[in-house]
């Protein structure tokens, strides 16, 4: 099955640029989406369709995706940023939605 | 806006099938367009993908538990539910249901429950 890695942590200082990876074979061929959880919250969109964002959500989201790794780009970090953040790809292989491992970005 | 909200037992004894619906508010669920998902989480442990339906009925499940899921949806009551047969501990997690929608099967999550917590205990 497919498999998308993240790295577990992800320290950043606030006003810094936090990058979150996710890896999986050719994923740039593959939509990524992205989703933030916070401490006992359901998830929330960031980003679709690899650098689309849903409305409401703050321009300095972003994301890219090519080769072998999707990246969602976090800019001028705040501590309200502080959350768990998945990525999700559709595996057309065995009709399988597959959500990454997560990262926890902690914000210094 | 559309609202999302599960319900169900939050205690299920070993061996049992595990019962939740989620209830649609403020839009349609034959509306179209849109596949209406369960997702689970163990507890601190990351997302996982059970299955989903479209209005019509068409379902597509997660291969790891498709021998025990079924979805269904209830589209005079506005609601869709999931059944998961003989449970075990590790069943226990918070069960999300979640809106999904695409051009494709690509589909990405954009209304989510708040969750409901459900554990397999005797």
């Known amino acids: 099955s497919y498999v998308l890695t993240q790295p577990p942590s992800v320290s950043v200082a606030p006003g810094q640029t936090a990058r979150i990876t996710c890896g999986g074979n050719?994923?740039?061929?593959?939509?990524v989406h992205w989703y933030q959880q916070k401490p006992g919250q359901a998830p929330v969109l960031v980003v679709y369709d690899d650098s689309d964002r849903p409305s409401g959500i703050p321009e300095r989201f972003s994301g890219s995706n090519s080769g072998n790794t999707a990246t969602l780009t976090i800019s001028r970090v705040e501590a309200g940023d502080e959350a768990d953040y998945y990525c999700q790809v559709w595996d057309s292989s065995s009709d399988h939605q597959v959500f990454g491992t997560g990262t926890k970005v902690t914000v210094l | 806006q559309v609202q999302l909200q599960e319900s169900g037992p939050g205690l299920v004894k070993p061996s049992q099938t595990l019962s939740l619906t989620c209830t649609v508010s403020?839009?349609?669920?034959?509306?179209?367009?849109?596949?209406w998902s369960w997702i689970r989480q163990h507890p601190g442990k990351g997302l996982e993908w059970i299955g989903y339906i479209y209005y019509s009925g068409s379902t597509y499940y997660n291969p790891s538990l498709k021998s025990r899921v079924t979805i269904s949806v209830d589209t005079s009551k506005n609601q869709f539910s999931l059944k998961l047969s003989s449970v075990t501990a590790a069943d226990t997690a918070v069960y999300y249901c979640?809106?999904?929608?695409?051009?494709?099967?690509?589909?990405?999550?954009?209304?989510w429950g708040q969750g409901t917590m459900v554990t397999v205990s005797s």
């Open positions: 050719n994923i740039g061929s593959k939509s």
């Open positions: 403020g839009g349609s669920i034959s509306s179209g367009g849109y596949y």
């Open positions: 979640a809106r999904g929608w695409g051009s494709t099967l690509s589909l990405a999550f954009d209304i």
